[in-house]
């Protein structure tokens, strides 16, 4: 069974930093795009960031400078490091791995189970 486990989040002052962290387990080949999404209360789901496989990140405007988005492709593992936190950052944050080769022919998506981020005093 392959999934995503995510780690981290929580709450923190505004202006502080908090780390997450998703690693997919299971019979994977390859991942093509890793990456994070948030929802926050009342809001649709929206990217944070994703990174390919091969290094290209793509950052929402909200987060740029303030985010950084990396990956371990050998160990199927993403990280989302965020720096000078907001409360406009709260919210559910999800893990997401687009293009998930599962042997022999399953090309998949996953999703984490969300974890919460908190910014406040």
């Known amino acids: 069974q392959v999934q995503l486990v995510e780690s981290g989040g929580g709450l923190v002052q505004p202006g502080g930093s908090l780390s997450l962290s998703c690693a997919a387990s299971?019979?994977?080949?390859?991942?093509?795009?890793m990456g994070w999404y948030r929802q926050a209360p009342g809001k649709q789901r929206g990217l944070v960031a994703t990174?390919?496989?091969?290094?290209?990140?793509k950052y929402a405007d909200s987060v740029k400078g303030r985010f950084t988005i990396s990956r371990d492709n050998a160990k199927n593992t993403v990280d989302l490091q965020m720096n000078s936190l907001k409360p406009e950052d709260t919210a559910v944050y999800y893990c997401?791995?687009?293009?998930?080769?599962?042997?022999?022919?399953?090309?998949?998506?996953?999703w984490g189970q969300g974890t919460l981020v908190t910014i406040s005093l």
């Open positions: 997401n791995a687009a293009g998930v080769m599962v042997p022999p022919t399953q090309v998949l998506e996953l």
């Open positions: 990174m390919t496989g091969g290094g290209i990140t």
């Open positions: 299971g019979s994977i080949a390859n991942i093509h795009v």
